[in-house]
């Protein structure tokens, strides 16, 4: 028994390791003073420094904001929507609607780019930063609307009953009970949204126009041309916002009320 | 029960093919304390709920203080329901929760406060009115739920199993508590269960359904004393029963022969109305109320028939005893242990059962 | 709003019959030429390539996530979260960030080889990046998560009794594995493969940036039939070779799933 678990935890371990030992590095090398040598030449804090003075860099990191927070906006409106419609209101074609909502969610995202670039290209819509959030919104609407939907499924059906009961009207029972409920899932798969907004490469590179360049795109072509320790600096700085925004949304989606 | 407050005219409610509601007319009237008991499936929630308005009945009507509620939405009838599992807003305080029905009829904000504060003294609960209903006890929720429904002083409270998720003490004390609070405001309660104890305890009158339809209307002395079918007697709990023919007509008695037992014994028993000379009866008894004796005729009881003990059960207040009347036709017998001497038999030993007339009750087929 | 990406799709199907103009464009025309040339050698080795890489990504994911998924739901609950958020950071790191980092460590100046150099252990570099296998630790690192969350769940609801159940019946340790542990996590099994082959599969970042020139897989090729080469219906009936090839492995996941839940259901 305690062989296996010793057995257990050093496979564990080892891939925790195998996970981490990667952005570990990164990091560290990130405070490395020497430009090109793998080994370590003393502490800085120049790559930092130089980041800061990148003004094609922060262009892109204001682009990728405004990205963010309008496609996170679009799809948060329109995901909802889109999980009170299918959880509550039964029409016809819900079950077409249903699997087209969550195609995005398993189609290759290279073929999410492509056909996105494809339509903009047939309805003649130049490619631009607009289209860019567009198509961030259409692959972060699904997953708003499985999540605020998952949600309002685990909420009891008689709540909305009970405010009726009790006087409400339909849209105050949805307002005054099941919106304030369901606000922890909403509030948390918006900032997922926007995580994934930021972090989004492949959509963004069929979608993108010239000049419209998000955080991704420039790290990209970063990437390919060189290694050097700004992109160390500048990941380590990516790493920390998406840790801060996903642990953000966790403490989100756990305040919420539970009854079961 | 002066005037109708509550009327249900041949009330139909068909959920895809079953039919949940068949024909239901029931009149209830106002300050009555009226349950509907009846096991699951019964038809008893969908009643309920088409009074409260979350279903609408196929056919027939309901009227509340004369006013038909065919148009009538949920929110814009004067009952109020009391949910099975509460629903309380997980979200809401205490408070919030029993303000929330005044909020919603927007209810001046000083007697918002007034109404809640006095509820909350009714159901005892002003201390903990901060808290949220995740942090109170089974009960406490349960007095909630109540509070919030009848702080709006809706003219009919609709009650839905109130009791099913407590344990059997709480049970107890809340059927008590439940009957007293009901006397204290005054309005007409109509609850839901298919608990045949606590519909007997709190009720002024109880119906009896099944299968979507009305078996039996009355106050649980009449219900339990005379039920009117075999189904009403097995749900109060008569379980022994003895088919018969009628055979001989005396004024009020009538002589029953007991078709199914060998020798045709002839017992004594209340002529049932409508029945005559002839007719095919059951003759229905209570397990309680029969008497085991080892001895032959040495009192005074009217019928006395032999019998063998088959199990024997000792339950801490009384004795239970499985009692073969044939081979295939077996009674329960239960004896309460009102003296600490009281004679106890084995299985295998041969005793005589022993009632009085008045303790059977025969229902002509 | 469900039409809001299914016509862009719908668009690649229909564009995928058609032909390449002269300079680019999109000749409207019907002829599955283009699925004929998806068949071409040269072509199907790529698809084969790929189906190959995302297969063997799928089972290291699988050995490696086994025993982390294992560990973690037999942990005190409380522990349980702390293992699962840890799983959880690197997945939710910028995917470009975390192959770079690759980059940085399999680079022939990288950190691996000046490693093994300086422990002596070998003494010229390895020429890891730009390499399948650099492909697949891309890929396996990428997609481990997705083989560990759903593993995760299948094990934790497999009650402790039956495994003890089965020790008290005299089953030695792997019996217990393959006849007890096995069968009954096997949707779990079955959704974490399914989760890492499908993005392994239509992966472009990962060949893009850690594999040569003969890593190339079918996202790469797509990309360069839109981009590079402009020939957008072949680009297309790329595409939807590859939509088929995943919505295949969906379908029999989805069949797994629905047997799964059939006894559970509710309502």
């Not at chain 2, 005892?124 to 709006?152: I, M, T, W, Y």
């Not at chain 2, 519909?199 to 339809?213: E, F, K, Q, Y």
């Not at chain 3, 006849?179 to 599969?201: D, E, M, N, Q």
């Given at each position: 028994m305690s062989r296996r678990r010793a057995w257990l935890l050093g496979a564990s371990l080892a891939d925790l390791l195998f996970l981490y030992a990667p952005i570990v590095v990164l990091i560290f090398f990130s405070f490395n003073a020497s430009r090109l040598s793998a080994s370590w030449r003393g502490f800085t804090l120049q790559w930092y420094r130089l980041l800061a003075e990148d003004h094609a860099l922060l262009a892109a990191v204001q682009n990728s904001l405004l990205v963010g927070l309008a496609s996170t906006f679009v799809a948060t409106l329109l995901g909802v929507c889109a999980a009170v419609g299918l959880e509550r209101v039964p029409f016809k074609g819900r079950k077409l609607v249903e699997g087209a909502l969550l195609l995005p969610l398993v189609i290759p995202e290279v073929m999410m780019g492509v056909s996105l670039m494809l339509f903009f290209a047939l309805v003649k819509v130049p490619l631009s930063l607009v289209t860019v959030t567009i198509g961030h919104a259409a692959f972060n609407l699904p997953i708003v609307a499985v999540i605020v939907r998952a949600r309002l499924r685990k909420l009891d059906p008689t709540l909305e009953e009970a405010a009726r009961d009790l006087g409400a009207t339909a849209w105050q029972a949805f307002r005054r009970v099941t919106l304030p409920l369901l606000m922890p899932a909403i509030l948390g798969s918006a900032l997922m949204a926007f995580t994934i907004s930021l972090d989004d490469f492949i959509v963004t590179f069929f979608t993108a126009g010239p000049g419209a360049t998000t955080l991704p795109l420039k790290v990209y072509s970063m990437v390919r041309s060189s290694v050097t320790p700004e992109i160390n600096a500048l990941s380590a700085i990516l790493v920390l916002v998406s840790m801060s925004l996903i642990a953000s949304s966790l403490v989100l989606q756990r305040k919420s009320p539970t009854q079961d | 029960m002066t005037d109708n407050h509550v009327e249900l005219r041949d009330v139909v409610k068909r959920h895809g093919a079953t039919l949940a509601v068949d024909g239901l007319s029931l009149e209830v009237g106002r300050g009555e304390f009226f349950s509907i008991l009846g096991p699951s499936g019964a038809g008893k929630t969908t009643t309920l709920r088409m009074l409260a308005g979350f279903e609408r009945p196929d056919q027939g009507d309901i009227l509340i203080e004369g006013r038909s509620m065919r148009q009538v939405p949920p929110n814009h009838r004067p009952v109020n329901l009391v949910f099975q599992h509460y629903a309380l807003f997980p979200h809401l305080t205490v408070a919030g929760n029993i303000a929330f029905g005044?909020?919603?009829?927007?209810?001046?904000?000083?007697?918002?406060?007034?109404?809640?504060?006095?509820?909350?003294?009714?159901?005892?609960?002003?201390?903990?009115?901060?808290?949220?209903?995740?942090?109170?006890?089974?009960?406490?929720?349960?007095?909630?739920?109540?509070?919030?429904?009848?702080?709006?002083r809706p003219a009919v409270l609709l009650l839905d199993e109130p009791l099913g998720a407590?344990?059997?003490?709480?049970?107890?004390?809340?059927?008590?508590?439940?009957?007293?609070?009901?006397?204290?405001?005054?309005?007409?309660?109509?609850?839901?269960?298919?608990?045949?104890?606590?519909?007997?305890?709190?009720?002024?009158?109880?119906?009896?359904?099944?299968?979507?339809?009305l078996l039996q209307v009355g106050s649980p002395q009449e219900i339990y004393e005379t039920p009117a079918s075999l189904f009403v007697a097995n749900f109060i709990g008569i379980s022994n029963s003895l088919r018969g023919r009628i055979d001989r007509v005396d004024e009020a008695n009538c002589l029953v022969r007991a078709v199914d037992l060998a020798g045709q014994p002839t017992l004594l028993a209340r002529l049932p109305a409508g029945a005559g000379e002839g007719s095919p009866v059951t003759l229905l008894l209570r397990p309680e109320r029969l008497c085991l004796s080892s001895e032959v005729r040495r009192s005074s009881y009217d019928n006395e028939l032999p019998a063998r003990i088959s199990k024997a059960i000792y339950n801490g207040s009384g004795m239970q005893y499985q009692v073969a009347l044939s081979d295939d036709l077996v009674w329960a017998a239960r004896l309460s242990n009102s003296s600490s001497n009281q004679k106890r038999f084995l299985p295998g030993e041969a005793v005589f059962i022993r009632w009085n007339a008045d303790e059977g009750v025969v229902l002509s087929e | 709003m469900g039409a809001f990406f299914f016509l862009p799709l719908l668009l690649v199907l229909v564009i995928s019959f058609a032909s390449r103009g002269t300079y680019g464009g999109v000749e409207w025309s019907f002829s599955l030429a283009n699925y004929a040339t998806v068949a071409d050698p040269l072509y199907l080795k790529i698809f084969l390539h790929s189906l190959v890489l995302a297969l063997v990504a799928t089972v290291l994911c699988l050995v490696l996530g086994f025993p982390l998924a294992y560990y973690i739901a037999r942990l005190p609950v409380r522990w349980q979260g702390v293992w699962l958020l840890l799983v959880m950071i690197p997945f939710w790191t910028n995917f470009l960030v975390r192959t770079y980092a690759w980059i940085f460590m399999l680079r022939t100046e990288g950190l691996l080889n000046s490693l093994l150099i300086g422990s002596g252990l070998i003494d010229k570099p390895l020429e890891v990046l730009f390499s399948d296998t650099a492909v697949l630790i891309g890929l396996v690192y990428g997609y481990l998560p997705f083989m560990v969350l759903p593993l995760y769940a299948a094990i934790e609801r497999l009650p402790r009794s039956v495994v003890e159940a089965a020790w008290d019946l005299y089953a030695p340790a792997w019996?217990?594995?393959?006849?007890?542990?096995?069968?009954?996590?096997?949707?779990?099994?079955?959704?974490?493969?399914?989760?890492?082959?499908?993005?392994?599969?239509?992966?472009?970042?990962?060949?893009?940036?850690?594999?040569?020139?003969?890593?190339?897989?079918?996202?790469?090729?797509?990309?360069?039939?839109?981009?590079?080469?402009?020939?957008?219906?072949?680009g297309s009936a790329v595409s939807f070779v590859l939509m088929g090839l995943v919505l295949t492995g969906l379908m029999a996941y989805l069949r797994t799933e629905e047997t799964m839940n059939k006894p559970g259901e509710e309502r």
């Open positions: - | 005044l909020e919603m009829r927007r209810v001046p904000t000083a007697e918002i406060q007034d109404r809640v504060g006095t509820i909350l003294d009714m159901v005892k609960l002003r201390p903990k009115q901060d808290r949220l209903p995740a942090q109170l006890s089974g009960g406490e929720q349960q007095r909630v739920a109540l509070a919030r429904a009848l702080v709006n407590l344990d059997q003490q709480l049970r107890l004390d809340m059927q008590v508590e439940l009957k007293a609070i009901q006397e204290q405001v005054g309005i007409t309660f109509i609850c839901v269960t298919h608990h045949q104890e606590e519909a007997l305890t709190m009720s002024d009158r109880v119906a009896v359904m099944n299968h979507g339809r | 019996a217990v594995f393959w006849r007890v542990i096995l069968p009954l996590t096997k949707p779990g099994v079955v959704a974490g493969c399914i989760l890492v082959f499908i993005p392994s599969l239509g992966a472009f970042i990962t060949p893009d940036l850690l594999g040569g020139a003969r890593s190339m897989m079918v996202g790469n090729l797509i990309q360069h039939e839109y981009l590079v080469v402009r020939d957008w219906p072949f």
